[in-house]
């Protein structure tokens, strides 16, 4: 992932929080837009193309994680739109700019799907948690805490594809 400081320019606004912090933030907000909206898709194509004896399972929860991924794209763009930038959500920029590792097209198997989306999901919530750091540093804690509230978002669905991949075992009493 690339992060250039484009120096965009904002629009007025009564926002408080210095034109040159604004700008920063929403230059980090839609690089994640853009990945949000590749995750949505990636999480798309799971979810149609999942086979298996867990199918079914898999096919809502994959559905349901990817209306989860346009929540986020939502939300980083209205906090965008809300600095004063302009958020920069097509499809076409989202495939320029976008960091994630482009979705393997040739599997069905819910558990390689599994794998896949979890991957996928982990380096979106990577970039998302160090973009919180980076927001905090240049002063811009609201833009921080919705990065942190998106990671945490992250985090559960996760463990809800995770729970997937594992046995279940009994614990002994």
């Not at 250039?4 to 926002?15: A, G, M, P």
């Not at 853009?34 to 194509?45: E, F, M």
């Not at 763009?77 to 097509?90: D, F, H, K, P, Y």
């Not at 979106?124 to 509230?149: C, K, N, P, V, Y």
Request: proline residues 3%; charged residues 20%; glycine residues 6%.
């Amino acid at each position: 992932m690339t992060f250039e400081n484009r120096d965009q320019s904002v629009h007025t606004t009564h926002n408080t929080l210095p034109e040159r912090v604004r700008a920063q933030s929403v230059e980090l907000l839609n690089l994640h837009l853009s990945a949000a909206i590749d995750l949505q898709g990636q999480l798309k194509h799971a979810h149609w193309n999942v086979r298996g004896t867990d199918f079914i399972g898999v096919h809502r929860l994959f559905d349901e994680i990817a209306s989860h991924a346009a929540s986020f794209a939502d939300q980083l763009a209205e906090r965008s739109a809300g600095l004063g930038g302009v958020a920069q959500g097509t499809i076409q920029l989202a495939t320029k700019r976008s960091f994630l590792v482009p979705y393997p097209l040739d599997i069905a198997d819910t558990t390689e799907h599994c794998f896949a989306v979890s991957a996928t999901l982990a380096a979106f919530g990577q970039s998302i948690h160090q973009a919180a750091g980076r927001a905090t540093q240049f002063g811009d804690t609201d833009t921080a805490d919705l990065f942190t509230e998106v990671s945490r978002g992250v985090d559960q669905q996760i463990w809800l594809v995770e729970s997937h991949l594992m046995p279940a075992k009994v614990v002994p009493k």
